[in-house]
């Protein structure tokens, strides 16, 4: 198994998943959102992690940082939860709704500093195969080309080998780009899967859309 994730993370030699699914929380009111996005006050956070939602709108670019309730200058913030206490969080995009659970939300700005540059969305799966579901609906829902025959992860993943980083290119079927980097520990068997919606301007042009959409990469 381990000679697949390599195979697959050298063929992409360069760069991020996240279903349609309920939320468990549906009865929770929503946190403070202010033209679809969730504010990241130290208020609203800690609402946002007693509620378990929160919104996060994309569908039009650039986005930005005040927009989320960040004083000028900030860097961002990085949001962790207990794993039984993931945030439901609902991406808008140009062509729909993208619903992802996570206890782990990392906020970046680009340049300039007052335009968000990327938000980072961690699973963490302790057996690497639990993992299996949400790789495939990268590939069917966000478009990730590279994982369209991935071959699913089995037991022979735990191998003691330790630590392996690959990256399985691109995804942008919902008008948004999304990237991965897939961290695995194969002495543990565990795997950490980490989406970044990415909105720089790079990955936006006509030919870098139509070639992530066609391979999932593109020429840097």
């Known amino acids: 198994m381990k000679r697949t994730l390599i195979a697959v993370s050298l063929s992409v030699l360069l760069l991020a998943g996240c279903s349609m699914i309920p939320s468990p929380n549906s009865s929770k009111e929503p946190t403070t959102v202010v033209n679809g996005n969730t504010r990241f006050t130290p208020e609203d ?26 004083p000028a200058g900030s860097d961002g913030t990085l949001i962790a939860t207990d794993p039984d206490k993931k945030i439901q969080l609902s991406i808008k995009t140009p062509n729909g709704i993208v619903e992802m659970t996570t206890d782990t939300i990392r906020v970046r700005p680009g340049v300039p500093p007052e335009i968000l540059d990327h938000v980072d969305i961690f699973y963490n ?21 590279f994982l369209d025959d991935f071959a699913p992860i089995g037991t022979d993943f ?37 989406y970044s919606i990415q909105l720089d301007d790079r990955y936006y042009t006509p030919d870098a859309a139509a070639s992530i959409a066609a391979t999932g990469d593109f020429p840097r």
């Open 125 to 145: 799966f302790p057996n690497a195969s639990d993992a299996n579901p949400e790789i495939a609906r990268a590939a069917q829902e966000l478009g990730f080309r």
């Open 158 to 194: 735990k191998d003691g080998s330790g630590k392996e980083t690959w990256v399985p290119g691109l995804g942008n079927s919902t008008g948004t780009v999304f990237s991965v980097e897939a961290i695995a520990n194969h002495t543990t068997g565990s795997l950490t899967w980490i």
């Open 45 to 70: 956070i800690k609402d946002m992690k007693k509620t378990q939602k929160a919104s996060l709108d994309v569908s039009e670019r650039p986005v930005s940082m005040s927009a989320l309730g960040f």
